[in-house]
């Protein structure tokens, strides 16, 4: 059984920084490509890190490029979004995901992903 917990939201100014994790259960997280996604209020899920198998290539969205990086720490089993410079237009749930497909580049879309996170909150006040 795969299991996902996503941590580290919470409150913030603009401007500061925040760490989110994501430890996984009943998998190995080197072997499969992940990918952080978020959801505002009254928007679609998208997708704004991911990171291939290989951890050799990585993605970021055009809004977080520059600010926002993914990493993983194979020795945890866990994956990190490290965000900096934060916005309030980065107020979101975040969630982690994986995909179990072994493919070998990036996943981009929400569909091809087979387990999430919980989700976790973040704020970020002007």
């Known amino acids: 059984q795969v299991q996902l917990v996503d941590s580290g939201g919470g409150l913030v100014q603009a401007g500061g920084s925040l760490r989110l994790s994501c430890a996984a259960s009943?998998?190995?997280?080197?072997?499969?490509?992940m990918g952080w996604f978020r959801q505002a209020p009254g928007k679609q899920r998208e997708l704004v890190a991911a990171?291939?198998?290989?951890?050799?290539?990585?993605y970021y969205s055009d809004s977080v490029k520059g600010r926002f990086t993914i990493s993983r720490d194979n020795a945890k089993n866990t994956v990190y979004l490290q965000m900096n410079s934060l916005k309030p237009v980065d107020t979101a749930v975040y969630y982690c995901?994986?995909?179990?497909?072994?493919?070998?580049?990036?996943?981009?879309?929400?569909?091809?992903?087979?387990?999430w996170g919980q989700g976790t909150q973040v704020t970020v006040s002007s």
């Open positions: 995901a994986l995909d179990t497909t072994f493919y070998s580049g990036i996943v981009y879309s929400a569909r091809e992903y087979d387990y």
């Open positions: 009943g998998a190995t997280l080197s072997s499969y490509a």
């Open positions: 990171i291939s198998r290989s951890g050799g290539s990585t």
